[in-house]
């Protein structure tokens, strides 16, 4: 079996959309930004640090970094049997597997981020992650520090975040060095999440979640809240609420994948933070993450390596981690060049056909084995066309 992960806030970093430019799945950052009437790319490529420590930045540029990735494994044809994401990144799971919309799951990061930026401002707080001590440990600190201060996430065997007024995790720290914490580091976010200081966002992000109304999936997505696999679209307005001001079961998650036969565990989005946290919590699982359009060759060493992967068939065809598809990139007729035959060698940036005077180019190299589409069909945004067999 095969999870995909998508990581949270913190994992943004300046200039992280630029191997992407040039890349299909570029038009991702334009939907986004055509959607917010933001310029969402600009922040990919030029914001600085602080500018993307911003709630509302950080969150966004993240998701739609995730996205990014996701939709160009997609057009590989390579498909999860569950997914999970931290904090954030459970936003990028809804949407992958479905349940949200892209025009849905951006409005709805928007207006989370926007409501946990308030909710920031109202209730200035900080967190810090403590290494090296047991959950029961930091939770034992938290208590001892009498002050403001909780546990945010548990991401892993000894690794826990807290978070709470800046008095209070500073308490919390001290205490747990004293009762054998390897370290305690603060981190640069711009408020206390998944603590009780987010409760004013919650009214707020409910409306918009309900709006949003997520769907069922066929792809179960486990639940921060509850470490447990839900499929249900319903469920989503509750689990989402609480997700603000609950701790992040992120090492639960992991372990629920365990007992759900998960072998193996991609990462999509920048970072990379949370492939530590699967070594650390699943030693049985093979892990790898991708956040730039150079990795996707070595997804395909990976998959081939004998990691568990769902790969899409279509028409009878199963396609193996060796294969790509290209897909539409846009709606509308398709008319195939007409002297192209199975088995012709094609590369980066041939042209296959067109969709209503949209050229449709392959990202990849390969050896051509069939047209998906035929000529005179009416085909989707990002329908399969066609699949390469890579060389």
């Given at each position: 079996m095969l999870a995909f992960t998508f990581p949270g806030q913190g994992s943004q970093r300046p200039g992280m959309g630029r191997p992407w430019v040039d890349h299909e799945s570029w038009e991702i950052v334009t939907e986004a930004s055509d959607l917010l009437g933001r310029d969402v790319g600009a922040?990919?490529?030029?914001?600085?640090a602080e500018e993307l420590r911003d709630t509302r930045n950080a969150q966004l540029t993240t998701y739609v970094s995730s996205l990014m990735v996701l939709d160009a494994?997609?057009?590989?044809?390579?498909?999860?049997?569950?997914?999970?994401?931290?904090s954030l990144g459970e936003y990028t799971a809804l949407t992958a597997s479905g349940a949200l919309s892209l025009e849905d799951g951006v409005r709805l990061v928007a207006e989370r981020s926007a409501a946990m930026h308030e909710a920031g401002l109202a209730s200035p707080g900080t967190m810090s992650a403590v290494l090296g001590l047991d959950d029961d440990k930091v939770e034992v600190a938290c208590r001892r520090a009498d002050a403001d201060v909780w546990v945010a996430n548990f991401n892993a065997p000894g690794q826990v975040v807290i978070a709470g007024s800046p008095e209070g995790v500073e308490k919390a720290a001290v205490i747990a060095k004293e009762l054998g914490a390897k370290k305690c580091m603060p981190l640069q976010v711009a408020g206390?999440?998944?603590?009780?200081?987010?409760?004013?966002?919650?009214?707020?992000?409910?409306?918009?979640?309900?709006?949003?109304?997520?769907?069922?999936?066929?792809?179960?997505?486990?639940?921060?809240?509850?470490?447990?696999?839900?499929?249900?679209g319903d469920e989503w307005s509750s689990l989402l609420s609480a997700q603000l001001s609950s701790p992040v079961r992120w090492k639960h998650c992991l372990l629920t994948m365990g007992d759900?036969?998960?072998?193996?565990?991609?990462?999509?989005?920048?970072?990379?933070?949370?492939?530590?946290?699967?070594?650390?919590?699943?030693?049985?699982?093979?892990?790898?993450?991708?956040?730039t359009p150079d990795e996707l060759d070595k997804l395909i060493d990976w998959l081939a390596a004998g990691s568990a992967a769902t790969i899409v068939a279509h028409e009878g065809e199963h396609l193996f981690a060796v294969e790509r598809l290209v897909v539409s990139p846009a709606a509308g007729v398709f008319t195939p060049v007409n002297d192209?035959?199975?088995?012709?060698?094609?590369?980066?940036?041939?042209?296959?056909?067109?969709?209503?005077?949209?050229?449709?180019?392959?990202?990849?190299?390969?050896?051509?084995q069939s047209f998906i589409a035929v000529g005179g069909e009416r085909v989707t945004l990002r329908q399969p066309i066609a699949w390469l067999r890579a060389n």
């Open positions: 922040l990919l490529l030029d914001a600085d494994v997609e057009r590989m044809g390579i498909e999860p049997d569950v997914c999970a994401g931290h206390a999440f998944h603590t009780p200081y987010m409760t004013a966002a919650r009214d707020r992000l409910r409306v918009a979640i309900n709006t949003a109304s997520p769907r069922d999936t066929e792809v179960p997505i486990i639940s921060n809240v509850d470490a447990l696999a839900h499929d249900k759900m036969g998960v072998t193996g565990v991609l990462e999509l989005g920048p970072g990379g933070v949370l492939t530590g946290m699967t070594k650390r919590t699943l030693d049985t699982a093979k892990t790898i993450s991708i956040s192209l035959a199975d088995g012709t060698e094609i590369r980066v940036g041939t042209i296959l056909g067109d969709v209503n005077g949209t050229e449709v180019r392959s990202p990849f190299a390969g050896v051509l």
